[in-house]
């Protein structure tokens, strides 16, 4: 099974940077056992996210999850299609298009995912977009960077999960999109992943 992070969402970018890192996260939302959280970007227009959740269910069964690249559009927000360019040892490759309300036109994002496993059994997938990996696609407006991560945390029984990314999702965006994508992308993909790894 491919390993890859499922997290196509193509459009947010996660802070990775310590410096990033240290601005101020605002809580935005907080319902069904989720957290979503976002930060202004200095020298952005579009905020990045962050959300929080936990899951009961192991380790194996999360990772399958995110690693079946085809099956992910179930659980991740405003997917339509993704596929694996290519796998090698931790890195893998994969490119995503996305649902956009009419009249936006629709995005198209290829994901560089790097995975590391720590001896406490956590597992950190690092997303960085590579706008330049494939030609334009007719139709499709290219997310033009992305940054984030995913972080799988086990404790007894369950699995902390943090998913941050901050995107910039080239082209014109409206700021009613933008605003609500930032909230939603978080909030319905845990809440998507969450459903199908606690299910019986």
Known sequence: ??????????IAVLLVASGVQAAQWRLV????????YLQQIPGSSFQAFRGVT???????RLLALQDDVSAACAWIHACSEQKLLKHEGDLSWAYSRF????????????LQVTTTRDNDGRVTRILRGVADYL???QGFVRVSKVEGFWSLTPHE????VIYEVHSEPGGSVPAW???SFVVDAPFNTLQGLRELAEKP
């Open 177 to 179: 999109l933008a605003n």
């Open 99 to 110: 649902h956009t309300p009419w009249p936006v036109q629709p995005r198209d994002s290829i």
């Open 29 to 36: 939302k907080d319902e069904a056992g989720i957290q979503v």
């Open 54 to 60: 936990r899951i009961r269910a192991d380790m194996p």
């Open 135 to 137: 030609p334009l696609q």
């Open 157 to 160: 029984g369950e699995i902390e």
């Open 1 to 10: 099974m491919v390993r890859f992070t499922g997290l196509l969402l193509g």
